[in-house]
């Protein structure tokens, strides 16, 4: 992995080659599930552990190619009819705001509607929208985000000192040609969701990676105290934790141990880990370092920054409350699962 600190060092504060980088992983980077997946969340941890900013890039292009992957729709150029080049996942919701997938007469697909929470839509080439479809179900459809009827709409609302060139924005879809990966609820009901979701733990990881080591390397500069031993080992423990967990879920997921609901609460267990052990890691080297670094280290402080605002895609307490759901349902259905 060590040349990948090469390649970002090239890639660093440019966004064009950072996605130049994405659409060259791509096809170098095995699949979760196939047999590799250890490796996987390893090079995003490594991405990640160097910049974050290239792994937030990084991440979402992999999982579509996953996605795509898991739909048998899995090939070089992409699917039939789109572009290759670059992709996003757009899946997330939001109040007062909907898109809606419909069918037409001669069988092709139509998205119409917003989508908040766009990442870098005005610079991808395509990506994978969730859409309601009829019944209350949703679909994934694969979008060419240069096609007509697509348009983002960035409105200079994007202010974060963390991630700041990788940019979110609502795009509207005004009946811009769609095309089905997967049927009616499957992306949310695949093996591969979870899958995804322990993806994004692995960036958390190697973010919170990069923090520590320049707690580390402070602390060789000088004689630590007590105090400041004390966050080293809690530091440590954390990142031990968290890489164990890693470790373990890659395992089941190429053993076939992490399908279904077995695989949703790995998920849930292991991003909560990464979760955790990164703002332990945040909070240790805040207490331990003081402002200096934060105000003249500019690669620690985006670091930091980047790393506050990668983690808000946990919901925090909310998830810890669907994982303690997870744990009672399961007990209550005869399992016991301590």
Known sequence: MDFLADRVDAVRGSLPR????????????????????????????????????????????????????????????????????TWGVFAAEGPGVAVMASEEQ??????????????????????????????????????????????????????SHGLATVTSCPVRFDAAVAVPVGDADWYLTRDGFAWGGIGVAACWYGGALGVARTLLAASRHRTPDQIALMHLGRVDAALHGTRTALAAAADAVDDGRASGQEGALLAARV???????????????????GPAPLAFDERHAARVADLHLYLRQHHAERDDASLGRRILEGTLQGGAQW
Do not use: N, Y
């Not at 240069?146 to 994007?158: K, N, Q, S």
């Open 106 to 159: 001669d069988g092709t697909w139509t998205l119409t509607g917003t989508k908040p929470w766009c990442s870098l839509a005005e610079h991808l080439d395509s990506a994978i929208v969730t859409a309601h479809v009829r019944d209350g179900k949703r679909r994934a459809f694969a979008v060419d985000l240069r096609a007509d009827g697509v348009t983002p709409e960035p409105a200079g609302a994007w202010v």
């Open 18 to 85: 950072t996605l130049a980088l994405a659409g060259e992983l791509g096809t170098a980077v095995p699949l979760p599930g196939s047999g590799r997946t250890a490796l996987t969340w390893q090079f995003l941890t490594t991405l990640a552990a160097e910049d974050l900013t290239v792994a937030r890039v990084v991440e979402p292009h992999l999982d579509a190619l996953a996605i795509l992957d898991q739909a048998g729709m899995s090939s070089p150029a992409g699917p039939a009819g789109l572009p290759g080049g």
């Open 271 to 289: 991003r909560s880990l990464a979760f955790d052990g990164a703002e332990r890691v945040l909070e240790a080297a805040a207490h331990a370092l």
